[in-house]
């Protein structure tokens, strides 16, 4: 059974009209990632929470934002989605304490 | 934040062992060394961490250097469902856990 849920695998959104990209998590994981993975490349840490402390990149632009409302849910906001902005949206969950990260299976946008 | 070194791709014959390569210089004390693969279209898949000592699970060993600036992937006998690229990352005590470059596996049958 997936342990951490990304939906809607594939999203397709507007050039600049906001989308958001959901994750939940049945692990009761303190920390969530999220990450951005273009074609070819590595996985590109936007921010990530442990607990409700939250950590944004410092090269992370101010288009992309987050929410987690409770310790299950994490939110992607892209408030004006760019060209540049399609990629596979990764999200992950750790209990902490140097242990594992588990993945989901990516949301892939696309951008129109 | 400390940053790893992995040559961009190798080779191994299938149901021979692998050994993955990683240099990360400027370690600290406090951070785990955690080992991911990626196969195509897929989410990255957790394959072992350790702090100091060596470590064995089922997938795979993990070798750490006396000094923890390198450390080595053992995968023990591989098959071509481990042809993916592999992740050295460093985890710090922020739980921050940052990707490098990664090494792309080819398992030649």
């Known amino acids: 059974d997936a342990m951490v849920i990304q939906n809607p695998r594939y999203q397709v959104t507007q050039f600049g009209k906001p989308v958001t990209l959901s994750c939940s998590q049945t692990?009761?994981?303190?920390?969530m990632y999220w990450y951005q993975q273009k074609s070819s490349q590595a996985p590109k840490l936007l921010f990530h929470?442990?607990?409700?402390?939250?950590?944004n990149e410092a090269d992370t632009p101010d288009n992309f934002q987050s929410r987690r409302p409770n310790t299950s849910f994490c939110f992607l906001d892209i408030r004006s989605p760019g060209l540049g902005d399609a990629a596979m949206y990764l999200c992950a969950t750790s209990r902490g304490q140097g242990t594992e990260a588990f993945f989901g299976q990516g949301t892939r946008l696309t951008v129109v | 934040d400390a940053k790893t070194t992995q040559p961009n791709s190798m080779e191994s014959n299938e149901e021979e062992p692998v050994h993955l390569p990683c240099n990360h210089s400027t370690i600290s004390g406090t951070d785990y060394i955690h080992w991911y693969r990626q196969l195509p279209s897929q989410g990255p898949e957790y394959v072992i961490h350790g702090l100091t000592s060596n470590v064995n699970n089922r997938m795979a060993s993990l070798a750490i250097a006396e000094d923890r600036k390198s450390s080595t992937l053992i995968l023990h006998r591989a098959t071509l469902r481990d042809a993916a690229v592999y992740y050295c990352i460093l985890r710090d005590v922020n739980e921050k856990l940052t990707f490098g470059t990664g090494t792309r596996l080819t398992i030649i049958p």
């Open positions: 929470y442990y607990d409700k402390d939250f950590n």
């Open positions: 692990l009761n994981h303190n920390v």
